[in-house]
């Protein structure tokens, strides 16, 4: 035997329980992470058993038990458990070294009993005392000295920020096999990995789904038998959106569309730009403070409330000043409801358009003696323009796309006729698939209407593609210039 | 020299009117403010006197009733209910692979062809309005699987806003991981974290005021939302509810408290806009609180981070 | 027993913080004419007595298709600093990351030739780059402390790498071996981001060695900092000489000079055949030599500032 490898042999690996595991970081945080994790799996398990109506026959549960039950063992043996490990915490005892392999049982048994065994066996099952256990538990976190759970008292133990593995000292001669990650690590590290492409697959599946399923749907209106381009535009004077009675006059929908949106940028556009420019230029920090929480509040205001605010304010209060004949639903009132909605979103946008324009820009101006008009709107302004574009750009293809102001406030649900003047009755495209969708039973009995709903989504799809394509490509050239 | 000393005087003198264009200039700009601040409090305003007859009547009664044909025993307390399920189950659904998504995109996807045109269907996706969605959640939810999830289903209407608030998710979290100086990154891979535990013990804690934030929004955004429930089915009218176990409940009829709004305003407004104001007012409630939770929660987690 | 298993013994005094016996090459390293300077005209092989650490032979490292250094053949000594000198762009710190494979985390980046460490083959492709980094640590150019607390950050390492020591003892004896044990001490659950920023690169240095590395490698550590806490860090260094093998880049001559034991000087060169700038290894030798009698002219030019 060579002398290296007698120092190979003494290398002594600690036993493992014998590990001391450090007093920090022993918070509230890792005994509410544990409950959060059982809650979530309990509530998966209680999902799947719903909806595939039942684990089917006793073995299969017997068959999962086992399978948990023999990971567990494994996990207990690093002082820890199969989900515990899996987000990096580990159990200690009371003297702060890691919890040996009968604590880990006792403590398992604690929990199971806790969270599983009282709520089934003694209450019957009953989801609210589920709901109970797991919220008593977690709120004994709280309180608890040290941040444990129950069946930490019962168990004397704490969890705690748990280690890959023990140290790996080495004092012979460095071997290729030190220089490997153990294989703990290395597995929590790819099954990271694994579960976040997971994520990132499902998140990459809903997006191409929206796609397909609006544009094949589309496509079935469009080769529908009953259809012909002729039906989306029927002269004389029944013209008019009436999808249940087969009259799809797409011109009625875009000038309703037109008015709102139009209507809309007419307020949005200056107040929501005048605001920026006020806020970015002129606005101490302290004003900024207040004013800048107002604003993100209004943009959080659901468009329900502001349909709400059109019908009962501004169309009795406001336009009937202006408008002698004009009743409670019209198009003007849903498009001054889609104008304050869109205000705060034109604002954001071009506030950060204003505040990217570099500092030194506006000193060099104020350094040739401007006043302070003439640098907000000679030189930052047009610095700006093309954030400020884009800022414009998203908030038409917002407006475009408000659905419940309109179908609040612009009345008519069910259909409506070519009009032109913006304070009789209208319909956006939105609006107009809201009445359709409202009723979905019916719509999918009668012909095509249920696909001109999609028609129409594929419309408004595109146009709000296109135009966010184009407000990105306008704020990338942007970037590049500062 | 005396003559130049006063001119030059004269020159520096601070001249308030000479600036009028400023001034005026200046004045608009407050304007524009105004209109903001006083579109928002006319609609608090509205909201509240339109509803003080419910409100000095009977507000717990209309908050814990049920939906009734009758106008002085009509509540929102289904709505609320459903409002809080919608939330609930697309939170769910939507922050895992949402912010799991996004650290996948961020950290592992690179910098390839296809994780751009990711990229940009996400970014637009954030962007296609929300009725959209629920044209989506009709085809696949209700009517592809609506064997499963019962069809116009609360499971159907929280899974639907879990794809709306999806794309929300996913950017907002991908800023906040951006932010993360890279500095930080190769400290961490510095002392021999795997990329695992440099995500979980380095970026996430650092990038966590930013997801958190967005979360909490998109959550606000979720309650508000009434377009894509309605498509998805909603329930505009009366109902009952019936005693069903939670799951049960899961696979039935729902309503939202945004929906409630809009079946309140297709009714008679005099019996009936009080209602609506009031299910206003509550939205009003729970959205601002969301949303300054949100403002706080970033304020001070900066804070922390920042000492 | 392969190859790449066999290989010189690591001192177990090279982890330890305080050796029971100084190291042999430490007690002549003060008096570098002692050692054996045959070889100095032979740049990468000086003085390869005592037993090595990196022995590097041939690397060129790679950035997709563009070579930022070619065939670099040196031998970094236990338990000395070795400093690296050179133009910028001249790839020290793209050699330097190649010696705890930083440059892994790099898309695109390769490299050929060997690099053997204690006599294993780093690049190997058995030989994981997450427990190479456990054991050779780097300081970076700019303080990069955790926005966690002081003691979060030193624990950080051990934490995550696993140890049989009590945590506090760990985070205690990091900080006084950095020298920021008494300035901080009362306030260990604070920021590490309200420490000034040399004290927070004393942090890194401390956050570096809490896993008891066997290397340290520094890339520009003293860059950002002031001359007193640039000179605290260099008075450091030659304390933890004993403990540690430091490589350390720097663009500060007067530096490598006072604390290094070894001098590599790199430059760059216009390669005629790619039409690239490409990083070299020109000269490898005692520091006194190099700054002294440089063998190469390039190095004398370098050096007394005639440099381009
Ligand atoms: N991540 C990278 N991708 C592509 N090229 C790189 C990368 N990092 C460095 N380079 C290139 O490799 C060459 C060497 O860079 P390196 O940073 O190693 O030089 P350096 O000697 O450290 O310079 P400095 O003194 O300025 O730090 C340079 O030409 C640089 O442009
Ligand atoms: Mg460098």
């Given at each position: 035997m060579s002398p290296e490898l007698e120092v190979e042999l003494k290398r002594s690996a600690p036993a493992p329980g014998a590990m001391a595991i450090p007093s920090l970081s022993r918070r509230g945080w890792n005994a509410a992470l544990e409950i959060a994790l059982y809650c979530f799996i309990t509530m998966l398990v209680a999902i799947?058993?719903?909806?595939?109506?039942?684990?089917?026959?006793?073995?299969?549960?017997?068959?999962?038990?086992?399978?948990?039950?023999?990971?567990?063992?494994?996990?207990?043996?690093?002082?820890?458990?199969?989900?515990?490990?899996?987000?990096?915490?580990?159990?200690?005892?009371?003297?702060?070294?890691?919890?040996?392999?009968?604590?880990?049982?006792?403590?398992?048994?604690?929990?199971?009993?806790?969270?599983?065994?009282?709520?089934?066996?003694?209450?019957?099952?009953?989801?609210?005392?589920?709901?109970?256990?797991?919220?008593?538990?977690?709120?004994?976190?709280?309180?608890?000295?040290?941040?444990?759970?129950?069946w930490d008292l019962i168990a004397g133990t704490t969890m705690v920020e748990s280690y890959g593995s023990e140290a790996t000292e080495s004092t012979g001669p460095l071997r290729l096999s030190d220089l490997r990650v153990d294989g703990l690590r290395q597995r929590q590290n790819q099954r990271a990995a694994r579960m976040l492409q997971f994520a990132g697959w499902g998140a990459i599946i809903v997006s191409l789904l929206i796609v397909w399923v609006v544009a094949s749907e589309a496509f079935t209106f469009i080769t529908d038998d009953d259809f012909s381009w002729s039906l989306l535009n029927v002269e004389g004077d029944r013209r008019g959106w009436f999808p249940r009675r087969n009259f799809y006059d797409i011109p009625t929908l875009l000038v309703g569309t037109l008015w709102v949106t139009g209507i809309a940028m007419v307020i949005a556009g200056p107040v929501g730009l005048g605001a920026a420019i006020y806020l970015s230029e002129y606005a101490k920090?302290?004003?900024?403070?207040?004013?800048?929480?107002?604003?993100?509040?209004?943009?959080?205001?659901?468009?329900?409330?502001?349909?709400?605010?059109?019908?009962?304010?501004?169309?009795?209060?406001?336009?009937?000043?202006?408008?002698?004949?004009?009743?409670?639903?019209?198009?003007?009132?849903?498009?001054?409801?889609?104008?304050?909605?869109?205000?705060?979103?034109?604002?954001?946008?071009?506030?950060?358009?204003?505040?990217?324009?570099?500092?030194?820009?506006?000193?060099?101006?104020?350094?040739?003696?401007?006043?302070?008009?003439?640098?907000?709107?000679?030189?930052?302004?047009?610095?700006?323009?093309?954030?400020?574009?884009?800022?414009?750009?998203?908030?038409?293809?917002?407006?475009?796309?408000?659905?419940?102001?309109?179908?609040?406030?612009?009345?008519?649900?069910?259909?409506?006729?070519?009009?032109?003047?913006?304070?009789?009755?209208?319909?956006?495209?939105?609006?107009?698939?809201?009445?359709?969708?409202?009723?979905?039973?019916?719509?999918?009995?009668?012909?095509?209407?249920?696909?001109?709903?999609?028609?129409?989504?594929?419309?408004?799809?595109?146009?709000?593609?296109?135009?966010?394509?184009?407000?990105?490509?306008?704020?990338?050239?942007?970037?590049?210039?500062? | 020299m005396v003559a130049i000393t006063t001119e030059l005087r004269d020159q520096l003198r601070l001249r308030r009117s000479a600036d009028t264009s400023g001034q005026i200039f200046r004045g608009l700009l407050m304007l524009a403010l105004l209109v903001a601040f006083a579109s928002l409090l006319a609609m608090i305003l509205t909201a509240l006197t339109r509803s003080w007859p419910i409100l000095s009547d009977r507000p717990l009664d209309f908050l814990f009733s049920n939906t009734s044909q009758n106008p002085d025993e009509a509540g929102v307390f289904q709505g609320i209910k459903g409002s809080v399920m919608l939330a609930a189950i697309s939170?769910?659904?939507?922050?895992?692979?949402?912010?799991?998504?996004?650290?996948?995109?961020?950290?592992?996807?690179?910098?390839?062809?296809?994780?751009?045109?990711?990229?940009?269907?996400?970014?637009?996706?954030?962007?296609?309005?929300s009725i959209v969605y629920g044209l989506l959640g009709l085809a696949i939810f209700v009517q592809n699987l609506g064997g499963i999830t019962g069809g116009r289903s609360v499971i159907s209407g929280g899974l639907t806003l879990a794809c709306l608030v999806l794309p929300v998710v996913i950017i907002t979290t991908q800023e906040a991981i951006r932010a993360v100086p890279s500095e930080l990154r190769q400290a961490g891979y510095g002392i021999g974290a795997t990329q695992w535990e440099v995500i979980r013990s380095v970026v996430l804690p650092s990038a966590a005021p930013g997801i958190l934030t967005g979360t909490v929004l998109s959550v606000a955004r979720a309650v508000g939302e009434a377009a894509p429930i309605l498509v998805v089915g909603a329930v505009s009218g009366f109902f009952q509810t019936g005693t069903l176990s939670f799951l049960e409940q899961t696979q039935s009829f729902f309503t939202a408290l945004p929906m409630q709004i809009f079946a309140f305003t297709k009714q008679p407004a005099q019996t009936w806009g009080a209602h609506a104001a009031g299910a206003s007012v509550a939205i009003l409630l729970v959205v601002v609180a969301l949303n300054s939770v949100a403002i706080w929660m970033r304020a001070r987690l900066d804070q922390k981070l920042r000492k | 027993m392969s190859s790449i298993d066999a290989g010189a013994s690591v001192r177990p005094e090279a982890r330890n913080p305080v050796p029971d016996t100084p190291a042999v090459d430490n007690a002549s390293s003060d008096d570098p004419s002692s050692k054996d300077s045959a070889s100095a005209a032979n740049p990468g092989a000086a003085g390869a007595t005592g037993s090595s650490v990196f022995e590097v032979s041939d690397v060129s490292v790679y950035y997709s298709d563009f070579r930022a250094v070619t065939n670099v053949d040196l031998t970094i000594n236990d338990n000395e600093i070795t400093a690296f000198i050179g133009p910028s762009g001249c790839g020290k710190s793209t050699m330097l990351r190649t010696f705890n494979r930083m440059n892994d985390l790099i898309e695109g980046a390769r490299m050929t030739g060997t690099l053997e460490y204690h006599g294993v083959d780093l690049y190997h492709e058995d030989v994981d780059p997450v427990a190479v980094r456990r054991r050779i640590g780097m300081v970076f150019q700019k303080p990069n402390p955790f926005p966690k607390s002081i003691y979060d950050n030193i624990a950080f390492g051990p934490r995550i790498a696993?140890?049989?020591?009590?945590?506090?003892?760990?985070?205690?004896?990091?900080?006084?071996?950095?020298?920021?044990?008494?300035?901080?001490?009362?306030?260990?659950?604070?920021?590490?981001?309200?420490?000034?920023?040399?004290?927070?690169?004393?942090?890194?240095?401390?956050?570096?060695?809490a896993v008891n590395p066997d290397v340290l490698l520094m890339d520009e550590p003293c860059s950002a900092l002031d001359p007193i806490a640039t000179g605290r860090i260099e008075e450091l260094m030659l304390e933890m000489k004993q403990d540690y093998t430091i490589v350390i880049v720097t663009h500060n001559m007067q530096q490598a000079a006072r604390v290094s034991d070894r001098t590599a000087f790199f430059t760059a060169e216009l390669d005629p055949n790619t039409d690239q700038r490409t990083g070299l290894l020109v000269e490898y030798d005692q520091t006194t030599t190099i700054f002294s009698q440089p063998a190469d002219e390039r190095t004398e030019n370098y050096i007394t500032g005639r440099f381009g």
């Open positions: 799947v058993e719903f909806y595939a109506g039942g684990f089917p026959g006793p073995s299969n549960w017997l068959i999962g038990l086992v399978i948990y039950a023999l990971w567990s063992l494994n996990a207990f043996r690093r002082s820890t458990t199969p989900s515990a490990a899996f987000v990096q915490l580990a159990v200690v005892d009371e003297s702060n070294v890691a919890a040996s392999f009968g604590r880990m049982v006792l403590r398992t048994v604690a929990r199971g009993t806790v969270l599983y065994a009282l709520p089934i066996l003694v209450f019957a099952n009953n989801q609210i005392v589920w709901i109970a256990m797991f919220a008593a538990a977690a709120a004994s976190v709280a309180f608890m000295e040290r941040g444990r759970a129950p920090p302290k004003v900024r403070r207040i004013v800048k929480p107002v604003i993100e509040t209004l943009a959080s205001v659901p468009s329900v409330v502001i349909g709400m605010f059109a019908i009962f304010f501004i169309s009795p209060s406001v336009l009937t000043l202006f408008f002698d004949d004009i009743g409670s639903f019209s198009v003007l009132a849903a498009g001054i409801g889609v104008g304050i909605l869109t205000i705060p979103l034109v604002a954001s946008i071009s506030e950060d358009a204003l505040r990217a324009v570099p500092m030194e820009l506006r000193q060099a101006a104020y350094g040739l003696g401007s006043r302070k008009i003439t640098v907000a709107l000679r030189v930052v302004f047009p610095a700006a323009l093309s954030g400020i574009s884009a800022a414009f750009i998203v908030g038409i293809s917002r407006a475009i796309g408000e659905t419940m102001v309109v179908a609040i406030a612009a009345g008519g649900s069910g259909g409506t006729l070519f009009e032109l003047n913006p304070t009789e009755d209208g319909q956006t495209i939105t609006a107009a698939m809201a009445s359709l969708g409202a009723g979905t039973d019916q719509v999918a009995g009668s012909g095509i209407a249920f696909q001109s709903l999609y028609f129409l989504g594929a419309m408004l799809f595109l146009i709000t593609l296109i135009l966010n394509v184009f407000s990105d490509a306008i704020v990338r050239r942007f970037r590049e210039a500062y | 939170s769910l659904v939507a922050f895992p692979v949402g912010i799991g998504g996004a650290i996948y995109l961020e950290e592992y996807a690179g910098d390839s062809r296809f994780s751009r045109l990711v990229q940009v269907l996400v970014r637009n996706l954030a962007g296609v309005p | 696993g140890t049989n020591e009590n945590m506090d003892d760990i985070v205690e004896r990091s900080l006084r071996g950095a020298g920021l044990w008494e300035e901080v001490k009362d306030r260990l659950k604070t920021s590490a981001l309200g420490l000034s920023g040399g004290q927070q690169q004393r942090l890194c240095i401390a956050r570096a060695t």
